[in-house]
């Protein structure tokens, strides 16, 4: 079955790069998501790549996709306090169709 | 509306009482989910409607969750005899003709007594 899996917890500094790893099980997955989610407040798109492309950026942000070790990782440049959320991976078949999420990584920036 | 919008923000009922989630999807955009968000159980999905198709009911919990939507927009979520364990946050996404990536709404917090 599909799995996405994450580390709980990262702390970084502000101005620090944060670096957000995440697996994935599912080799037909053919989107992969990055989703922000702050408390109380339902969860925002940052970025999304497709499985042919290995890399992409958007302004502070960097996907990095490794298809063959079915790993995902989201970098924040330049952390920021606002930056402090929980982040979500989440994987899917077709765009749009229903997600698979991981578990979360909770992202405390430290001044 | 400019995002998706989910009322009541927050509900608090007994146990074994119905409740009733609703969601306004994005103007224009086809397809609507159900997510619930719980501790110890990350994302489940619940629902997922598409235009006219059957909706793909895979993620219900039990035959106490049912959801509708009408005319193609607005959705509502039914819970009925609600237990302790159905406490949780209600999440509502819709995209465009299913082929883009989801946008989701706030939530309602359901907290069961």
Redesign the interface.
Known sequence: GEDVEQSLFLSVREGDSSVINCTYTDSSST?L?W?KQEP??????LT?IFSNMDMKQDQRLTVLLNKKDKHLSLRIADTQTGDSAIY?C?ESM???????????TRVLVKP | GAG?S?SPSNKVTEKGKDVELRCDPISGHT?L?WYRQSLGQ??E?LI?FQGNSAP?KS?LPSDRFSAERTGGSVSTLTIQRTQQEDSAVY?C?S?????????????TRLTVT
């Open positions: 989107y998501y989703y109380g407040a339902g969860l925002q798109l999304y979500f989440a077709t765009a749009g169709n229903k997600l698979t999420f991981g578990g979360g | 998706v989910q397809a989910y990350g994302l999905f997922y793909d993620g999440l996404a995209s465009l003709r299913g082929q883009s990536p989801l946008h989701f709404g706030n939530g």
